[in-house]
């Protein structure tokens, strides 16, 4: 039976519908690449999220459609999905270390003290 | 924007959910949740919690996708070129946002192909509001006014849900979808404000489409099914009603601003509880509607099947040979 529709397209288009097709293989929408966004000369690339296509060059095609109709980017990244190698969430207690971490912050070099205890030794020997 | 998938739990007890899932797992699982942690795709889930995400964020996909077809009619009949151009943008902003969901569910294991054979095959819903014609202009601005302002509720609170994902999906989708409802207001401020025949027509427009906008929300919780756990879980953000609420008390009173006249005369705020309200909407039209016997639904399956067949030389095409399909990472 013929589609009756408001919208004269698709009339025009005159389409089955009881037609059946055939489905979807896996692959027709190829692999998965990951997008990164760089938004201004000088920041970093962030990760934005991933599109499906046949090879790079489309990918950075679709994620320019998809990523970028709002306003700023500067340049554009894509990377296949499956070259990306990441750590686990299970193995986060990689990422532990001493809590205690004094010697990298700035302010725990205190030197004043000793200079001026220094110089005030040798004021009272002059 | 279409977002307002509903929650079915195959009529399970809340508790036959997770009864064969590692308990120790399953505490460590709900206390990342109750400490407003987000879920990864790599982390550890209850199958009922991938279950349903897969089943909610697919219908929300496929919801972008069919909602499209309404308001792609109006484009070339649209009222002046800035118009065209703004329907247009639309338009491309929710197709964009199906692909930004069908990525997010696939995070969760199920292939964008499958999903697209199961919206063909007519197994997936989407909203039901879609199922019904937009006959006027001004069904379209109807539509991006009241519809989009429907599921910006919806998706609002879901961005705050607790599969990481979906939520990121969730927050670029509500940023870009800010101008459809300005954009949706605008028209339908425009012809209310308009000639006689212009407020009729808005009017009308309103009138056909206050039902399906009552039945957006989903089934009143008298009657939906328990989703206590799926709170819990935060996959479920809102009850079908609070969303409700929330939205009539933020559009009622913008609606009768303009002077148009919603079609339900016990639609009232109660100074007592602070509530609206209003005639229960029919529920069995509902699901009359979502099970296939809407006035579109055979249109809105046949259509994107066309789409897809016609399409399928293109894809074919450019097929790459490599065939390593590896899921999106987040």
Not at chain 2, 225 to 247: G, I
């Given at each position: 039976?013929?589609?009756?529709?408001?919208?004269?397209?698709?009339?025009?288009?005159?389409?089955d519908?009881?037609?059946?097709?055939?489905?979807?293989?896996?692959?027709?929408?190829w692999?998965?690449?990951e997008?990164?966004?760089?938004?201004?000369r000088?920041?970093?690339?962030?990760?934005?999220?991933?599109?499906?296509?046949?090879?790079p060059?489309?990918?950075i095609?679709f994620?320019?459609e998809?990523?970028?109709?709002?306003?700023?980017?500067?340049?554009?990244w894509?990377?296949?999905?499956?070259?990306?190698?990441?750590?686990?969430y299970?193995?986060?207690?990689?990422?532990e270390?001493?809590?205690?971490?004094?010697h990298?912050?700035?302010e725990?070099?205190?030197?004043?003290?000793?200079?001026?205890?220094?110089?005030?030794?040798?004021?009272?020997?002059? | 924007?279409?977002?307002?998938?509903?929650?079915?739990?195959?009529?399970?007890?809340?508790?036959?959910?997770f009864?064969?899932?590692?308990?120790?797992?399953?505490?460590?699982?709900?206390?990342?949740?109750a400490?407003?942690?987000?879920i990864e795709?790599?982390?550890?889930?209850?199958?009922?919690?991938?279950?349903?995400?897969?089943?909610?964020?697919?219908?929300?996909?496929?919801?972008e996708?069919?909602?499209?077809?309404?308001?792609?009619?109006?484009?070339?009949?649209?009222?002046?070129?800035?118009?065209?151009?703004?329907?247009?943008?639309?338009?491309?902003?929710?197709?964009?946002?199906?692909?930004?969901?069908?990525?997010?569910?696939?995070?969760?294991g199920?292939?964008?192909?499958?999903?697209?054979?199961?919206l063909?095959?007519g197994?997936?819903?989407?909203?039901?509001?879609?199922?019904?014609?937009?006959?006027?202009?001004?069904?379209?601005?109807?539509?991006?006014w009241?519809?989009?302002?429907?599921?910006?509720?919806?998706?609002?609170?879901?961005?705050k849900?607790?599969y990481?994902?979906?939520c990121?999906?969730?927050?670029?989708?509500?940023?870009?979808?800010?101008?459809?409802?300005?954009?949706?207001?605008?028209?339908?401020?425009?012809?209310?404000?308009?000639?006689?025949?212009?407020?009729?027509?808005?009017?009308?427009?309103l009138?056909?489409?206050?039902?399906?906008?009552?039945h957006?929300?989903g089934?009143s919780?008298?009657?939906?099914?328990?989703?206590?756990t799926?709170?819990?879980?935060?996959?479920?953000?809102?009850?079908n009603?609070?969303?409700?609420?929330?939205?009539?008390?933020?559009?009622?009173?913008?609606?009768?601003?303009?002077?148009?006249?919603?079609?339900?005369?016990?639609?009232?705020?109660?100074?007592?509880?602070?509530?609206?309200d209003?005639?229960?909407?029919?529920?069995?039209?509902?699901?009359?509607?979502?099970?296939?016997n809407?006035?579109?639904?055979?249109?809105?399956l046949?259509?994107?099947?066309?789409?897809?067949?016609?399409?399928?030389?293109?894809?074919?095409?450019?097929?790459?040979?490599?065939?390593?399909?590896v899921a999106?990472?987040?």
């Amino acid at each position: 039976m013929t589609i009756h529709s408001l919208d004269p397209r698709v009339n025009r288009a005159e389409i089955d519908g009881e037609a059946k097709i055939g489905h979807l293989d896996e692959f027709d929408y190829w692999q998965t690449y990951e997008v990164f966004v760089q938004i201004k000369r000088g920041t970093h690339h962030s990760h934005v999220g991933s599109v499906h296509a046949p090879d790079p060059e489309m990918a950075i095609l679709f994620a320019k459609e998809q990523y970028t109709r709002r306003g700023v980017c500067v340049n554009l990244w894509v990377v296949k999905t499956s070259d990306i190698f990441t750590t686990e969430y299970n193995d986060s207690d990689i990422f532990e270390t001493t809590p205690e971490k004094y010697h990298r912050d700035p302010e725990s070099y205190k030197v004043m003290d000793r200079i001026k205890a220094y110089k005030e030794k040798h004021n009272s020997q002059s | 924007m279409y977002g307002n998938a509903y929650i079915e739990n195959d009529g399970k007890q809340t508790n036959s959910m997770f009864a064969d899932e590692d308990p120790i797992k399953l505490a460590e699982f709900e206390a990342r949740i109750a400490a407003g942690e987000k879920i990864e795709p790599q982390d550890w889930m209850p199958k009922e919690y991938r279950k349903q995400l897969i089943r909610m964020i697919e219908q929300h996909a496929h919801s972008e996708i069919i909602g499209a077809l309404p308001e792609g009619t109006w484009i070339t009949r649209a009222p002046g070129f800035r118009r065209k151009l703004a329907l247009m943008a639309k338009v491309q902003d929710e197709v964009g946002h199906a692909q930004l969901l069908y990525s997010a569910c696939e995070t969760l294991g199920k292939s964008r192909e499958q999903m697209v054979n199961d919206l063909i095959d007519g197994k997936s819903k989407y909203s039901n509001v879609f199922n019904y014609p937009a006959v006027t202009w001004a069904d379209s601005a109807v539509i991006a006014w009241l519809i989009d302002a429907g599921a910006i509720v919806n998706q609002i609170a879901n961005s705050k849900g607790s599969y990481g994902p979906y939520c990121r999906a969730l927050e670029r989708i509500c940023a870009e979808e800010s101008f459809h409802l300005k954009y949706g207001h605008d028209n339908v401020v425009f012809l209310a404000t308009g000639t006689p025949i212009q407020r009729q027509m808005v009017q009308e427009a309103l009138t056909r489409w206050w039902p399906p906008i009552m039945h957006f929300f989903g089934p009143s919780d008298k009657i939906s099914v328990h989703t206590e756990t799926l709170m819990k879980w935060k996959v479920k953000m809102a009850s079908n009603d609070d969303m409700r609420q929330q939205f009539l008390n933020m559009y009622v009173p913008k609606i009768w601003d303009l002077g148009l006249v919603i079609p339900d005369p016990n639609l009232k705020k109660n100074e007592a509880t602070g509530k609206w309200d209003y005639t229960e909407p029919d529920w069995e039209v509902f699901k009359q509607v979502i099970n296939g016997n809407g006035p579109c639904n055979a249109e809105r399956l046949a259509v994107r099947r066309m789409a897809e067949e016609k399409g399928r030389w293109v894809r074919r095409a450019i097929l790459s040979k490599e065939k390593k399909y590896v899921a999106p990472l987040a």
